[in-house]
Antibody
């Protein structure tokens, strides 16, 4: 059974930093493309960023609102995905979901098949 | 950037109703569209990918159709477990993936 368990959320002041973790199990993590998706309170879903498997280059892409402030990384030896968030803003307040990312052989992009339960990040003074 | 819209934003329906939700893209996305269901306080769940492919384990009352810029999610006979918010998501881009604003299906 695929399991994704996020941790590391909490209250942080504007301008502060936080690192989220996502512990994965039930699948071959090293082969998986992974992503973070967030949801502000009472709002819709927003893609944050994606990391490819090391076999596919291990590269990352980010949504414009977080580019340059957030960094996604992975430790395949620990089956863990990370989201380093710096220079946090009040508008980054959201539940952050870790997801597996599916890329079909002929598709340009990805969709998200397995999701964690989410971890809440609150940015407030 | 590709923008996604959904209509209606809220839909009131009864158990047994046939329900249709529409998702539109600001430019052609071929069939690179997924649909998700989200219940309050829970993570989203994948229902449909590639516009019309049903994810394993999802009931057959859910179906998707469309291509290009207009897509629909249909629930053939609404069940009590289906009251939720539904999101579409395009993946026509290599590095930017956008969701629609959501359609809430509630009890009439």
């Amino acid at each position: 059974e695929v399991q994704l368990v996020e941790s590391g959320g909490g209250l942080v002041k504007p301008g502060g930093s936080l690192r989220l973790s996502c512990a994965a199990s039930g699948f071959t993590f090293s082969n998986a493309w992974m992503s973070w998706v967030r949801q502000a309170p009472g709002k819709g879903l927003e893609w944050v960023g994606r990391i490819k498997s090391k076999t596919d280059g291990g590269t990352t892409d980010y949504a414009a609102p977080v580019k340059g402030r957030f960094t996604i990384s992975r430790d395949d030896s620990k089956n863990t995905l990370y989201l380093q968030m710096n220079s946090l803003k009040t508008e980054d307040t959201a539940v952050y979901y870790c997801t597996t990312a599916v890329r079909e052989s002929s598709s340009p992009g990805i969709y998200f098949d397995y999701w964690g339960q989410g971890t809440l990040v609150t940015v407030s003074s | 950037d590709i923008q996604m819209t959904q209509s209606p934003s809220t839909l009131s329906a009864s158990v047994g109703d046939r329900v249709t939700i529409t998702c539109r893209a600001s430019q052609s996305i071929s069939s690179w569209l997924a649909w998700y269901q989200q219940k309050p306080g829970k993570a989203p769940k994948l229902l449909i990918y590639k516009a019309s492919s049903l994810e394993s384990g999802v009931p057959s009352r859910f179906s998707g159709s469309g291509s290009g810029t207009e897509f629909t999610l249909t629930i053939s006979s609404l069940q009590p477990d289906d009251f939720a918010t539904y999101y579409c998501q395009q993946y026509n881009s290599y590095s930017l993936f956008t969701f629609g604003p959501g359609t809430k299906v509630d009890i009439k």
